[in-house]
């Protein structure tokens, strides 16, 4: 095993924990360790003198893995899939709306139409909100919002549907599912924003 | 001292600046850093990569990826708000500095 094999064999290793920050982390630093290593055969080094030169330049896999914050990557990438999955749920109620309401249930089809435009929205905003970062005060302020009604809207889904259940009404799983879907959009946001807002801040400092 | 502590604070202005002279890699940002500092700052090449990533979660750079000679190459370039972010830390840095320069070279008062 070449010298920087071994090297990036340590550092995912160190940062097993974390899949998704593994991937990137290591490709880049692949090509960082390429690049130095290239740099020192230019000036006459072997191949395997280059890449222990290289590898002795970019510090100790313990220590560098450990200067990463953890968080913010898997939460983002949390956020694209619940808003994803947000809009799969406005897709489903589109669904409904044009087979099964119809026949079924005509008077609530406006209602219906309202809840899966707001779905559509909210997963908008929060691509736009991935998309230009948390940079764009307004868009950051706008989906920190409506998470938060998200949140409130998904925990009220959910306690209403298990209380009619227990009442001896009729058990809606899909609520909960929605119920589920959004307020896991709502605090999936909430925590992504105030994660990088904190780091903001230190950056700031 | 060592250079590290001392820089601790301060890395993520240095890489936010390199980064606004034009997009980089992380390869290109440590080395210029190190030219630029005239060697003061010749840190583990490693010390870029949590800084820069820290300034992608606030929002202060963005980066692509693209592939080069078989490997994953990431440029990073600065956004509108980390210039904005970069102009308010080198107006209290600059403030800093005069600051200390006055100490340092006012005239003797001590008593005797």
Redesign the interface.
Known sequence: MSPIDAYLARLRAELKGNPLLAR??L??????L???AEEERKSGMSDHDAEEEAVH????PD??AH???RF??PFRLLLIFMSLATVLVGLWLIFVITVVLPSRDPEHIPLWRAVAAGFFAYSGLTWAYLI?????AWLRWTVLLISLVAIALGIYGIVNMVMVARSGGHFEGYIILMGLILGGHGLTALVYTV??RR??R???? | MGKEPLLSGQIDMLLLSLVARGPAHGYAIIAQLRDRSRGVFDLPEGTVYPALYRLEAAGFVESDAEQVSGRVRRTYRVTRAGRAALKERETSWRELVRGVDAVLRGPATGRA
Do not use: N, S
């Open positions: 990137r982390v490709e880049e630093v692949r090509d960082h390429a690049l130095a330049r970019f510090g100790a220590e560098f200067k990463f914050d913010v990557l230009k970062g948390p940079r764009i994660l990088t780091i903001a230190a950056v700031r400092a």
